[in-house]
């Protein structure tokens, strides 16, 4: 058993680490503030081609492999968790579904521009009474004379209204016990998108509420077959929660960071803070279940990359790092003791962001259910 990453994928870390330090570091508290969205960083990211990581490059992608695409997510999650959750859900939720089950010319006509980051895609799941119970959706989409009627709403979708966005993926009932996921363009008539949510975190990406009265798409903008949008949007999610996994990593790698440089830096009865035990023993905690967690996402992404079945391995990394940058998040605050809670340190943005990685993409409680099913209870 080798644990070494190959040159691929170290040259994907340092790329992408030397992008977050020097590109979104100095503008990381600035976005937060002003809750701007980081336009010209996903161009950037973009050319390096992160916003299509593991499309084929025959569709405007980059070809890697899940492996690859974790560690991206992780280095950026390590400086912004706005700036990398606008990069992931462009991936796995916006983009793959079409490469997964369009058609060929729905992947000719969607997937160059998005793979190669010109425009961003978006999904849209959850609504206001369909979050955990994700398949008690109400948007309802009737077949009428060739095209698609659209009715409902649908809340907290990352990356909707940008603009630079150019359509959104929704989950809708296309008849009793059948649900479908349908390609919406931006600017179809009765598609309309609120202003960006206010929320805790993740303040600079983008998040909306969608609503559709009588929005009318071409029948060619069902995907996959009708009626399979339930078995799609749970194999769309299990490899959404290795993002989200990923970012758990990055999180608590950022909060890591921050707090063993204070604690060097920091002097208090003499001498630097980080030479207390009281502060060494939570370093030591951290960086112990870092590489715990690290490991799970990797033989997640690993076992993805196999064509074996994921599953499990995506709940567990994902409810173990959500539960991780918790306590590390928490630990490096305490260790930045009252400027911790100042904005003008990092950890304060850390701490906010970190919440909804133990929500967004299934809760810890949704993760157990999914484990303890696959466990055979």
């Known amino acids: 058993m080798n644990f070494d990453l190959d040159p691929e994928h170290e040259l994907v870390r340092s790329t992408v680490r030397e992008f977050a330090q020097e590109r979104i570091a100095p503008m990381a508290e600035e976005l937060d503030r002003e809750s701007r969205f980081p336009a010209e960083l996903v161009a950037g990211m973009a050319e390096l081609g992160l916003m299509g990581m593991t499309i084929p490059e025959e569709y ?25 959750i606008t990069m992931a859900a462009h991936h796995s939720l916006g983009t793959l579904p079409i490469f997964y089950f369009g058609t060929e010319e729905q992947r000719r006509q969607w997937l160059p521009d998005l793979a190669s980051g010109k425009r961003l895609a978006a999904f849209g799941l ?41 359509c959104v993926t929704i989950t809708a009932r296309t008849g009793e016990g059948e649900i479908s996921n349908i390609i919406v363009p931006n600017g179809t008539p009765g598609y309309e998108i609120s202003k960006p949510m206010k929320k805790l975190g993740w303040r600079a990406s983008d998040t909306r509420e969608l609503s559709f009265k009588d929005v009318r798409v071409p029948e060619g903008n069902l995907l996959g077959p009708r009626g399979q949008g339930f078995h799609q949007f ?34 208090q009865f003499g001498q630097p803070i980080a030479k207390f ?57 305490q260790i930045h003791g009252g400027y911790g809670y100042m904005d003008e340190y990092a950890i304060s943005r850390l701490y906010r962001d970190q919440k909804i990685l133990e929500i967004g993409e299934g809760t810890n409680e949704v993760q157990r259910m999914v484990i303890a099913k696959h466990l055979g209870l």
């Open 60 to 84: 405007g992608g980059a070809g890697t492999d899940t492996i690859a695409y974790a560690i991206a997510v992780e280095e950026l999650t390590r400086v912004d968790s706005s700036v990398a």
């Open 126 to 166: 959850t609504e206001a009474d369909a979050g955990s119970d994700a398949g008690a959706t109400r948007t309802r989409a009737e077949l009428r004379d060739g095209e698609w009627v659209v009715n409902g709403a649908k809340i907290f979708i990352t990356n909707a209204g940008t603009d630079v966005t150019e």
């Open 234 to 267: 749970l194999q769309i999610l299990d490899g959404g929660r290795i993002s989200v996994a990923a970012m758990g990593v990055g999180l608590a790698q950022g909060a890591y960071d921050l707090a063993f440089a204070y604690a060097r830096e920091r002097k």
């Open 277 to 333: 035990q009281a502060v060494q023993f939570r370093l030591a905690d951290m960086a112990t279940e870092i590489e715990a967690g690290r490991n799970l996402v990797y033989k997640a992404a690993w076992l993805k990359d196999q064509d074996r079945d994921f599953a499990l391995a995506a709940a567990q990394a994902k409810l173990y790092t959500g539960e991780l940058s918790n306590r590390a998040v928490n630990a490096a605050l």
